[in-house]
């Protein structure tokens, strides 16, 4: 390169740099992410670095659980948090100003009940007397009350153990329950100890899964961000339909699990991950002005009915139609199609 083209071309990168042809300012984003669930688009897109192509400067929180993530969402500390539906009912009942943005995936065999084969377990029928452990409060719980109804039995007619996740493995390996109702991994990790699934959220007839909220403050009042995320999101959503292996590999490296290992557990886990367009669907979210109608609504609702009951929270939501904002959904169908 000569002298003259040299001076020119860092002229030429010096304008660039400081007009329009500047590339669009990075936008800090603050997420909440449940360390002990499996989410195999957040750790692509963070690994693929989606976020940072789309602009944004990502900072991750991590939390054992959604209803820790609570606090953190009441001080403004973070601004997205992926949960599940327990938590984000809870965190609305209770005044949060929190909303739904959409549905991340649905699960239709990730929840499970496990027994202990030498316990004579075979239906949920056979569960009278045993020992069956559950996170109280959460969709364990919620799930096991389901098939317990189904089999005319009520919760004073098993032995309620009240565990965390994380604890139910250990507390099978030393026989101190003869059941569980979890989701992955911790139930793949019983089932590699010998327990034999029964039940599922399928086969009981209910829906599950993740959902991604934000904070309302933070939604309305950035919405650039917002699209931003929203861009990233879709961009994992297309790469793990293209390529699902190369897509698991980040997740299966943060939980320490090999491909294959991690390859069964999300065949286990039978997952769905709905685009934005069937989020806007009555199977979902519901099209826009008929939220209320849609099945996820009816599921949240009947969560509320529960953790009432269980005295998680003291009352139902006055109006439930806040809880969902698909406005950001909207937008960015809207601007797919131009």
Known sequence: MTRLAFW?????????GTTGGRAE?????????????????LSHALKAGLFETNGLAVTLAQFPAGPAMLP???AGEVDLAWMGEFPAVTGYANGLPIAILFM????ATNVRLVVNPGAGIETPSDLRGKRVGVAIGSTSHYHLLRALAQAELK?????????SPANMPPAYAAGQIDAAFVWEPNVGAMERQGAKPIASTRSLGMITGGVWVGRKPF??????????FL????QAQTAYGRDPAAVRAAEAKRIGMDDPDFDRLVAGQNVAHPTFRQTLTADFLGAPGQEIDSRLMKHLQGIGAFLVAEKRIQALPADWTGLFDTRPIQTALSGASK
Request: charged share 25%; proline share 4%; net charge negative.
């Open 8 to 16: 020119l071309a860092l002229f030429g990168s010096l304008f660039l």
């Open 72 to 74: 953190a969402l009441a």
């Open 219 to 228: 939604v309305t009042g950035n919405p650039e961000t917002v699209q931003r």
């Open 104 to 107: 991340e995936r649905i699960d």
């Open 155 to 163: 919760a004073d007619d098993v032995r309620l153990v009240n565990l």
């Open 231 to 234: 861009r990233a999101w879709d």
């Open 25 to 41: 300012e990075t936008l800090p984003l603050r997420i909440g992410f449940q360390t002990g669930e499996v989410n195999v688009l």
